[in-house]
């Protein structure tokens, strides 16, 4: 025991000087500790973050709470103010009671008792909500855990209202300068029932982000003004009782898409939609368009296509025998013996022929290539050159061409061929002139060797029908925004590639088309009471390398009245089974309904 306590002696390891150098540790390092405390505290009340994070912004997370104010989508009319397609929205009624909801100027955004009478007696108004229940309701009460109850609803009835209620009941509450009752949103985009001018309308679909996109059509080609910005709202919350914090509400304003007025008239265009219904059905073609224009404005009245889908629920979008475009738009092809009428108009405006000058019809050799008339080349013996376009002599045609070589492809592109019409929705296709041989150039005077669009045709035919003035086609009337301000398409003049006189001349021949006992190879165009001038086509196709030589594509433009054209007509039709009808009954079936249509609805 002895040499124990001489070792701790001789060590200096005695209790109290053990004790008294673990106090002097434990001191250290609670100083050490308070130190580093203090340096940390320090450099965040100086700089304000921890690990990176502003406290104020950690703060704001905590406590700051943002809303979305979504924009409503802009609605789409037709051209007398019919709605087509509009956000169609259900709205549910809610309250605010607590007394901190209020603006930084301090405008009270919650409800007043004094209110409660006169809220409850709107809500007895607009949607049969009972007083009792809706004054109950509104009496300050607490939830299960002793907390205020700061945000109430009002049952079924308040539940799924639609805009003109919700605008009903906004309005008294305006009109009584009534604060904190508002509407939760619930949107849909809805569209007529069925087929509506499909490709032309089209729909939308959300992003990733849950945005309303425009996928084609009017809908895609404007969609940046139909969908409007979203504004935003803020407010902070205290952190002891959970209610909003004094003053601290923040709004952003929303701005509203803006309103499409289209030129649709919705009584033609369903006309028209149960018309083409009735051709595809019967005859079965690989596809039709048709389309009613107004000759003076260059407006779209209807238009149509088939295949096509129905705007409500998009059946026929995913049809795997038919990738969906917009075949008005997007598809160019070569129209047949619709170009006669442009070659003629030309070759009188250029003084190519004498009215009483006649020619031998059935077949003509240019370079090494013999062209025929439409019936294997037996033609119809001598005949004018006025005669010649009411038969579709493609023999007359091409010996007027080769009269004027570089005049013709100069008037091509004078009346808009071989570039895009610039109609405003995308992938407009611009077509092609085939121009490098005599033979492709003379082909051209007889609609092949020349590929064009629906739109194109349309807008060169109201050079015709509008005395020399040719109009850019429109779908477009007006587009007004969120503030009411309007801007108005006015009717476009794109061109005047030939004269009143050479217009008014053309009409007349046109008019032949209808009524030339002999040479007229449109009769069924004819309207009892009317003058319609017309031409037909009919055009082989390029397709699997080679023109196909017993399937074609049938087409006819028509204006009417000849005297003091109203409406231009035109309307394609690919590869019908005809089954003993022609293909000008199937057509004139369609464009006679419903010119008469147009016609009548108009006096």
Avoid: C
């Avoid at 304003?253 to 219904?277: A, C, H, M, P, R």
């Avoid at 006189?501 to 009317?530: C, N, Q, R, S």
């Amino acid at each position: 025991m002895k040499k124990i306590k001489d070792w701790f002696a001789h060590h200096n390891l005695s209790t109290t000087k053990n004790r008294k150098r673990v106090g002097i540790t434990v001191l250290f390092l609670t100083i050490l500790i308070f130190v580093l405390f203090t340096v940390r505290l320090s450099s965040i009340l100086i700089t304000g973050k921890v690990a990176g994070t502003t406290l104020s912004e950690k703060t704001k997370d905590l406590y700051e709470v943002h809303e979305t104010l979504e924009a409503k989508r802009g609605t789409i009319f037709d051209k007398d103010g019919n709605v087509l397609v509009e956000d169609s929205s259900a709205f549910s009624l809610y309250a605010i009671l607590d007394k901190n909801y209020t603006d930084l100027e301090g405008k009270k955004l919650y409800v007043q008792e004094k209110d409660w009478s006169t809220i409850a007696e709107i809500f007895e108004k607009y949607v049969k909500i009972d007083k009792e229940t809706t004054l109950k309701q509104l009496r300050p009460s607490v939830n299960e855990s002793g907390e205020p109850i700061t945000t109430v609803e009002f049952g079924t009835n308040g539940k799924n209202l639609n805009f003109e209620t919700k605008r009903q009941i906004q309005e008294d509450l305006d009109k009584q300068n009534i604060s904190g009752i508002y509407f939760r949103e619930e949107r849909k985009r809805a569209y007529q029932a069925g087929n509506f001018a499909s490709f032309f309308i089209g729909y939308t679909q959300q992003d990733d982000k849950g945005d309303e996109l425009g996928v084609m059509g009017i809908e895609e080609a404007y969609n940046n003004q139909l969908s409007g910005v979203n504004g935003s709202r803020s407010y902070e919350i205290n952190s002891a009782k959970g209610d909003v914090k004094p003053g601290s509400v923040k709004e952003k304003k929303k701005v509203d898409g803006s309103n499409i007025y289209t030129t649709l008239d919705s009584n033609l265009q369903f006309y028209l939609e149960e018309l083409l219904d009735d051709a595809a059905k019967n005859y079965q073609p690989e596809h039709i368009t048709a389309t009613l224009m107004e000759a003076k404005t260059g407006n779209i009245l209807a238009t149509a296509q088939r295949p096509s889908f129905e705007l409500d629920t998009r059946n026929g979008v995913d049809d795997p025998n038919f990738k969906w475009r917009n075949i008005i738009v997007e598809d160019a092809f070569e129209p047949g013996s619709t170009m006669k009428s442009l070659l003629m108009a030309t070759a009188i405006q250029e003084n190519k022929f004498d009215e009483n000058e006649q020619f031998t019809s059935g077949s003509i050799k240019v370079d090494d290539a013999t062209i025929n008339d439409w019936n294997n080349g037996v033609g119809a013996g001598n005949m004018t050159f006025r005669q010649g376009l009411a038969w579709s002599s493609n023999v007359g045609m091409v010996t007027l061409q080769e009269r004027m070589p570089e005049l013709w492809q100069d008037y091509l592109t004078r009346f808009g061929f071989g570039k895009s019409t610039d109609f405003g929705l995308s992938g407009e296709a611009a077509g092609e002139i085939q121009n490098k041989t005599t033979v492709d150039r003379a082909m051209t005077a007889y609609g092949q060797g020349i590929s064009v669009t629906h739109l194109q045709m349309l807008q060169a035919y109201t050079a015709i029908a509008n005395g020399g003035e040719m109009l850019k086609p429109t779908i477009i009337n007006k587009i007004v925004n969120a503030n009411g301000e309007e801007t108005m398409t006015q009717p476009e003049v794109v061109g005047t590639p030939i004269s009143r006189e050479t217009a008014d001349k053309i009409l007349e021949y046109m008019k032949d088309v209808t009524i030339d006992p002999k040479f007229g190879m449109g009769k069924e165009y004819a309207i009892e009471g009317l003058n319609v001038s017309a031409k037909t086509g009919t055009a082989e196709f390029f397709e699997n390398g080679s023109y196909q030589k017993q399937e074609y594509l049938h087409s006819v433009v028509t204006i009417t009245p000849t005297e003091e054209p109203k409406y231009i007509f035109y309307m394609t039709i690919k590869k019908p089974v005809l089954q003993g009808v022609s293909a000008n009954k199937i057509i004139s079936d369609v464009s006679n309904k419903l010119v008469q249509h147009a016609m009548a609805a108009r006096n």
